[in-house]
């Protein structure tokens, strides 16, 4: 696949166009980008990019990714971040890596929470900063705001047993103690992640105001339906989990009474994102990348096949890796191919919107300069 930057002043032509949140494909049409913005009119000197045999969309966006993980392994963060640009992923969120990580020089656009924030003694050792008390939450809030966090991650629960059926850990912080760190984050001009698991944690964080609901496994159908009311969104990482029963490698390390517990998680799991859908609450697809068995780059179309297995459109699965990511992510220019926008273009070769696994192979990705 070409990786290919836009001119300033450039008009593409294409054979259908798949907006970012229509329904249907327009075409065959054009795109023209005037001092790196797509405008309604071309530039009086365009360069042309011929996909008129073509179908064009926005570029894709990973919701949740770890570019540091894992720690032990041969590819480097400039390696992770190619193999996203190579299938068609033009921006991340980046979720919390281990103190003194960097992040590699690339075309691909990373918001960056540089560490999650946990609590010592609780989950969240390998993926960022542990604080004492709300104090020292709130100075490290400041310390990442000053040197450049696109975003704040808070970790607000554990993690899902394999083994013991709905646990999901110790629930570190109190309502209160969320309260107060989402209110200074947003007064850093900071949207706020909240990594929670189980129904007690998610609870807390939607009454603390935090911007994305993380994982999200175990919660009740009514905090589904207040996760809606309150128009929080939702990052439901469906392959972390289900990539250990699809990848022989992984499952056959686990017991049969783990599978079938992973089995029933996920199953429970599925049906809250298909009442998700039903509530319009805005999803975003994220992997998780990193994770035991989960690449990066490519997970991003597992996930997004995942989460049509739920009863999902392919547009609103789209939409989930697109629009809705880039509402979730903070990027206003992203996810949408019309005036006013800078949205990297992925060419394809089919219509996506009736065949997804054309997005296995992409045959462009533009990016404005």
Request: glycine content about 8%.
């Amino acid at each position: 696949m070409q990786i290919i930057s836009i001119p300033a002043e450039a008009t593409i032509k294409y054979e259908a166009a798949w907006d970012g949140f229509s329904d249907s494909l327009a075409g065959p049409g054009s795109i023209h980008f005037n001092n790196t913005l797509i405008s309604d009119s071309p530039a009086i000197r365009s360069a042309v990019l011929d996909y008129t045999k073509h179908t064009v969309m926005p570029a894709l966006i990973d919701c949740h990714v770890h570019l540091n993980l894992p720690a032990k392994n041969n590819d480097t963060p400039v390696d992770r971040a190619n193999k996203f640009l190579q299938s068609g992923i033009a921006a991340v969120r980046e979720a919390g890596s281990p103190p003194g990580t960097k992040l590699p020089h690339s075309p691909l656009m990373v918001i960056n929470t540089i560490q999650a924030i946990f609590r010592n003694g609780y989950y969240g050792s390998s993926l960022g900063t542990s604080v004492e008390d709300v104090s020292a939450a709130l100075h490290t809030i400041d310390r990442l705001a000053d040197s450049g966090a696109g975003q704040i991650k808070i970790i607000a629960s554990g993690i899902f047993s394999f083994t013991n059926y709905g646990e999901t850990g110790a629930v570190p912080f109190t309502t209160n103690e969320l309260t107060r760190m989402v209110t200074h984050a947003k007064s850093r001009g900071l949207k706020v992640m909240a990594h929670a698991t189980g129904d007690e944690a998610v609870q807390r964080c939607l009454e603390a105001g935090v911007d994305t609901i993380e994982h999200g496994y175990f919660m009740s159908e009514e905090t589904l339906h207040r996760m809606a009311e309150n128009d929080t969104a939702w990052v439901p990482t469906l392959i972390p989990a289900a990539i250990h029963l699809l990848e022989p490698r992984l499952s056959k390390n686990l017991s049969a009474h783990q599978r079938e517990t992973i089995r029933r998680t996920l199953e429970r799991h599925r049906q809250l994102v298909t009442k998700a859908a039903g509530l319009n609450v805005c999803m975003g697809a994220g992997t998780d990348a990193g994770a035991v068995g989960v690449p990066h780059g490519p997970s991003l179309l597992w996930e997004i096949t995942q989460l049509i297995s739920c009863g999902l459109t392919n547009v609103a699965a789209l939409k989930s890796a697109t629009s809705h990511a880039a509402r979730i992510c903070g990027i206003s220019g992203y996810g949408k191919l019309t005036p006013g926008h800078r949205s990297p273009v992925l060419v394809l070769e089919k219509n996506p919107l009736k065949q997804i696994t054309t997005l296995q192979e992409p045959v462009a990705l533009l990016i404005p300069s």
